[in-house]
């Protein structure tokens, strides 16, 4: 599937303050990042006209450390752009509290299926000519405080608009924040389009010039997640002349400069990254336009070995497009089950490595990999010990797997890691428990496509959307899931998996959602498993026809295309 030799589209710079290309670069943490690189992936594959603006990372993320009682620490994941990235000559200079900061960009060139390259720009400001900080700006994901995430900002928006127009990639394009972090970018295209030198404030047709180029993704379905600055800081880092620039555009809320309103304000089209996520970003913000667009994954890249080999034998077409995925209804159910036991082997085979510990292939295993934070729940399973214990004694047995980091300031994802050690202590061999630390994009792979069941348990509404259910689908491994986010349009009881309590708009309950999950496992899941292997493998099959063939990045990029990329007058 090609779309580009039938439109007529800019090309679009998608900006995104994490990019995951692949495990050896270590530019993301989590589900934003993943998205990005799997959108850019989709894009490739499509022949879509795209190129990604993020910045260098430097020293990563971070590399978790878990000691016995699931401490976690960090420290810096070194790796060496000169040997994955290819560096590229012009520089271009910003002002960052008033003194000039050079930027310069690495390439990564994603080769898609069609045979269509997307470039991957990663911004640095580790240059000789920079002062000591300022050669910093580019080295951690989400690290340091206020003032070093407004300069990062900074780099990403505005330097990401600068190197495009230094490399001649400025022509016509459309500017695609994935989040308000590069928000500033908008900032320098209003520049662009004032008059040089002038202290009036924009005018409307200024703005709208802006808006026009400019669409906008919504992650974040909770006020305290979106970028804020507190005035003094943003004269600071930006000039008194831009801070006064950005209140004259309604873009400072109450003293502060909000990087969504600002993204809100000079976007021409605006989405939220599911149904229900599109729902309640509009309650957040009624005064915009939000549409929605539900994420997806990058089908060839989260499906295991064994279930491509599958595809490719019986849906060859499943690459070029994956809607094909819905004819895997047609795959024999012991086929499902053999490339499912290949991947599990694989995952056990990883766990044992890493850890030590045997866990066996015939119990059910559940997984649960996501970012570690209070509102994901990674405890809920261990609400009542004794009730699972029990389950597990009189239905069948269950083993766990974890992984997941917490942002080094997060102290309530910290505690959610020590909480799940010490259930795994509690339970001891009644039900087995591994937390696999350092959780990537290659642990993330081996655990989707070797686990059972994928078990998510976020706090109803706080799930945006959520992909790792997602990935799971693709390798026949259906979830047991929250009704939030994705799941709300995934989930067909007993076909594609199990909801978790009932499809309500309204905050989740602890025990109420407890005894919901005990139920499904003890009363339904279990003995399936356990006494009807056939049917199990059935709902294996449906979750790739159903979920597979819809939640993929192709799909998602191909509404971009057609909603958000196109010339208004064609949408």
Known sequence: MSVRSNLSMATVAYFSMEIGVEPEIPTYSGGLGILAGDTLRSAADLGVPMLGITLLHRKGYFRQHLD????????????????????????????????????????????????????????????????????????????????????????????????????????????????????????????????????????????????????FTTHTPVPAGHDQFPWDLLERVVGRKRAVLLQATECCIMGRLNMTYMALRFARYINGVAMRHGEVSHGMFPNYPIDAITNGVHAPTWTSPAFAELYDRHIPEWRQDNFYLRYAIGISLPEIQEAHAWAKRELLSEVQRRTGGHLSDNVLTIGFARRATSYKRQDLLFYDLERLKAMAQRVGRLQVIYGGKAHPRDEGGKEMIRRVFQAAATLGDAVRVVYLENYDMALGKLICAGVDLWLNTPLRPQEASGTSGMKAALNGVPSLSVLDGWWVEGHVEEVTGWSIGADLKTPGDQARDAASLYDQLERVIMPKYYGNQTGYAQIRRYAIALNGSFFNTQRMVSQYVVNAYLPPNRN
């Not at 001649?168 to 295209?189: F, P």
């Open 68 to 215: 016995a009682l699931g401490n976690q620490t960090e420290s810096a994941e070194l790796w060496n752009p000169e040997d994955m990235l290819e560096p590229l000559a012009p520089t271009v200079t910003i002002t960052i509290e008033g003194r000039p900061v050079q930027v310069r960009a690495w390439r990564y060139q994603i080769q898609g299926y069609s045979g269509h390259t997307v470039p991957v720009y990663f911004l640095d400001t580790r240059l000789p000519e920079n002062r000591a900080w300022d050669q910093t700006i580019t080295d951690h994901l989400y690290g340091g405080d206020d003032y070093y995430r407004l300069c990062q900002e900074v780099v990403l928006g505005m330097g990401g608009i600068a190197l495009l127009s230094a490399l001649g990639l400025d022509g016509k394009v459309i500017y695609h924040m994935n989040e308000g972090h590069s928000a500033l970018l908008t900032l320098a295209l209003l520049e662009r389009q004032m008059p040089p030198q002038t202290d009036q404030p924009p005018t409307e047709a200024e703005v709208e010039a802006v808006r026009q180029q400019c669409v």
